[in-house]
């Protein structure tokens, strides 16, 4: 009788289906299986990277890389906030209102020639020139400038400088209108005309003229009583054919400055 030896794996008393399962078979079956699939919260003790070195290498040292955000106060995203934006101020902004400008001196000038109010932009066209022909005027910065436009703007019921420029822009006239508040006469206001120059290249044209009667008509625009000129023997007559009239002696003390 012949027997045959069982084969490597099985017995005599198994089958094929009675073989034990295989590794992968009994790890999927495993109930700790599913666990290797489970979401599980960092360790807070697991060393992580330093992030100011990573940081570094990409140029900004702001961002915190163990969350993922960016501190927006010391990295901020975007333009600034809207009140953080200093509007730089208009350069043609006119000193005071326009329309105090008297029409009717206007259309007497030479043709091209307006007058108007001073503006920030007169520093590059010819203001403190026409100035120095009337008195030293001394070097004055753009700086100083506009601090003093920013001055006269906030005292503007105070001040008012009237400029004439001709067609291309430039100012040939200047002239300036100071309001003085009183006690006397209900409260009343007295204007004070001063600093009227005239381009040098402009004599001949009466434009200096033009200049005394538009701060008269402003003054008298603006509610004074009065308008005050200082004159000499040798303008009288010039300021009399505004309307102009001597009252007593104007004397001054000059106080001079080291």
Same mark, same amino acid.
């Not at 309001?179 to 200096?208: P, T, Y």
């Not at 010039?238 to 104007?250: D, I, K, N, T, V």
């Given at each position: 009788?012949?027997?045959?030896?069982?084969?490597?794996?099985?017995?005599?008393?198994?089958?094929?289906?009675d073989?034990?399962?295989?590794?992968?078979?009994?790890?999927?079956?495993?109930?700790?299986?599913?666990?290797?699939?489970?979401?599980?919260?960092?360790?807070?003790?697991?060393?992580?990277?330093?992030?100011?070195?990573v940081?570094?290498?990409?140029?900004?040292?702001?961002?915190?890389?163990?969350?993922?955000?960016?501190?927006?106060?010391?990295?901020?995203?975007?333009?600034?906030?809207?009140?953080?934006v200093?509007?730089l101020?208009?350069?043609?902004?006119?000193?005071?209102?326009?329309?105090?400008?008297?029409?009717?001196?206007? @259309?007497?000038?030479? *043709?091209?020639?307006?007058?108007?109010?001073l503006?920030?932009?007169?520093?590059? /066209? +010819?203001?403190? =020139?026409?100035?120095?022909?009337?008195?030293?005027?001394?070097?004055?910065?753009?700086?100083?400038?506009?601090?003093?436009?920013?001055?006269?703007?906030?005292?503007?019921?105070?001040?008012?400088?009237?400029c004439?420029?001709?067609?291309?822009?430039?100012?040939?006239?200047?002239?300036?209108?100071?309001?003085?508040?009183?006690?006397?006469?209900?409260?009343?206001?007295?204007?004070?005309?001063?600093?009227?120059?005239?381009?040098?290249?402009?004599?001949?044209?009466?434009?200096?003229?033009?200049?005394?009667?538009?701060?008269?008509?402003?003054?008298?625009?603006?509610?004074?009583?009065?308008?005050? @000129?200082?004159?000499? *023997?040798?303008?009288?007559?010039?300021?009399?054919?505004?309307?102009?009239?001597? /009252? +007593?002696?104007? =004397?001054?003390?000059?106080?001079?400055?080291?």
């Amino acid at each position: 009788m012949i027997s045959i030896a069982p084969t490597s794996g099985l017995n005599s008393h198994t089958t094929k289906h009675d073989r034990k399962p295989s590794k992968i078979v009994r790890a999927i079956t495993n109930p700790s299986f599913g666990r290797l699939f489970e979401y599980k919260e960092p360790d807070p003790n697991t060393k992580r990277i330093q992030d100011f070195k990573v940081a570094a290498l990409f140029g900004a040292p702001n961002i915190d890389l163990s969350k993922g955000t960016i501190n927006p106060q010391t990295f901020p995203l975007g333009p600034p906030p809207s009140e953080a934006v200093q509007a730089l101020p208009d350069p043609y902004e006119p000193l005071f209102n326009p329309e105090l400008v008297s029409v009717e001196v206007e @259309v007497k000038l030479p *043709e091209g020639y307006r007058l108007r109010p001073l503006e920030r932009a007169d520093y590059n /066209r +010819g203001f403190l =020139m026409v100035q120095s022909c009337l008195s030293s005027v001394g070097h004055v910065s753009e700086e100083s400038w506009n601090e003093r436009i920013e001055f006269l703007k906030k005292n503007g019921d105070t001040y008012y400088v009237l400029c004439m420029v001709d067609g291309s822009g430039t100012v040939v006239c200047t002239g300036m209108l100071m309001v003085e508040k009183k006690f006397v006469h209900g409260m009343g206001s007295v204007g004070h005309l001063q600093d009227i120059a005239v381009a040098k290249n402009q004599h001949g044209k009466n434009l200096g003229f033009r200049m005394l009667t538009a701060l008269d008509c402003l003054a008298k625009q603006v509610g004074c009583y009065k308008t005050v @000129v200082v004159s000499s *023997e040798l303008n009288e007559a010039f300021h009399a054919q505004a309307g102009f009239r001597r /009252r +007593g002696l104007e =004397m001054s003390h000059h106080h001079l400055r080291d």
